[in-house]
């Protein structure tokens, strides 16, 4: 028998739907959307290369982990802020601060560097940003009635520091030895083994990196305040390289706007309990 015929329709429904009915035809497939576009990211703020010498608590310091912190480095922040810089710290040994300046390995500093006419000879200053005396320190039992007194002492000193300069010009005139050091700490270390009787230092800095901690018990003031502008200048003000007049009216309106805002107050109470800026 021959098989019967189907309908054309059946024999070809392996490819259309139904007899009497084209597909419809499928649509090609979209490309995908394109992702959208990353957001800019803003742009990176300029430098402003700071050298701190950070062994001068509560001034300048650095923290268990590292990190540079204090009174200097608060108010660079903030001063940076105002003139939408970003900090960048340099670590310098004081007696070097001022040639490394020169020779551009930093813009400014801003630690706790005194305004001085011998200082002024070679770099610029702002205006200061604060302004506190500095005394003898030596132990609480030495008999003391004027600076020849201390004849025979061993006092340590920060050298290049404006205490450098008194100690040398008042101290070593009446019979004291006076020892520099490179960085404030040292001078610490060495009246803490007994190799020095004391040292001059900014009131301050000494109250919080020695007479308030352990090793400082049983050491004290001594003598007048000392403020002399001969030696100690007319306060704290942030160095730069001479002529950069831009840079020293940018700075010196921050300081005033972080005066008027509030921000300096901030900054100060977080260290102090007292007028840091002084008179």
């Known amino acids: 028998m021959k098989s019967p015929i189907l309908p054309l329709c059946l024999m070809a429904s392996a490819v259309l739907v139904g007899c009497g009915k084209t597909e419809t035809p499928v649509a090609a497939p979209?490309?995908?959307?394109?992702?959208?576009?990353?957001?800019?990211?803003?742009?990176?703020?300029?430098?402003?290369?700071?050298?701190?010498?950070?062994t001068y608590e509560p001034f300048t310091f650095k923290t268990s982990d590292g990190k540079p912190t204090g009174f200097d480095v608060d108010i660079a922040e903030a001063l940076c802020a105002e003139i939408k810089r970003q900090c960048v710290y340099v670590e310098q040994v004081w007696d070097s601060m001022i040639p490394g300046l020169q020779a551009k390995k930093y813009d400014v500093i801003i630690s706790s560097m005194s305004i001085t006419e011998e200082r002024q000879k070679v770099v610029d200053f702002t205006d200061k940003y604060y302004n506190t005396p500095s005394r003898i320190?030596?132990?609480?039992?030495?008999?003391f009635t004027d600076l020849a007194?201390?004849?025979?002492?061993?006092?340590?000193?920060?050298?290049?520091?404006?205490?450098?300069?008194?100690?040398?010009?008042?101290?070593?005139?009446?019979?004291?030895?006076?020892?520099?050091?490179?960085?404030?700490?040292?001078?610490?270390?060495d009246i803490k083994s007994g190799r020095l009787d004391g040292t001059v230092a900014d009131s301050v800095e000494v109250t919080g990196g020695f007479l308030s901690k352990p090793e400082g018990a049983g050491y004290g003031?001594?003598?007048?305040?000392?403020?002399?502008?001969?030696?100690?200048?007319?306060?704290?003000?942030?160095?730069?390289?001479?002529?950069?007049?831009?840079?020293?009216?940018?700075?010196?309106?921050?300081?005033?706007?972080i005066r008027a805002n509030g921000t300096y107050e901030t900054v100060s109470k977080k260290y102090f309990d007292f007028d840091v800026y002084g008179d």
């Open 149 to 189: 007194s201390l004849k025979d002492k061993k006092i340590g000193v920060l050298k290049g520091s404006t205490q450098e300069k008194y100690a040398m010009g008042e101290l070593k005139t009446v019979g004291v030895s006076v020892v520099p050091y490179e960085a404030q700490d040292q001078v610490y270390l």
């Open 221 to 257: 003031f001594v003598g007048p305040v000392l403020n002399d502008v001969k030696y100690y200048g007319i306060g704290v003000g942030v160095a730069m390289r001479q002529g950069e007049t831009q840079l020293k009216e940018e700075l010196n309106a921050a300081i005033k706007a």
């Open 30 to 54: 979209q490309a995908p959307a394109a992702a959208p576009a990353a957001a800019t990211a803003p742009a990176a703020l300029p430098e402003l290369k700071v050298a701190i010498d950070p």
């Open 137 to 143: 320190v030596v132990k609480a039992d030495t008999p």
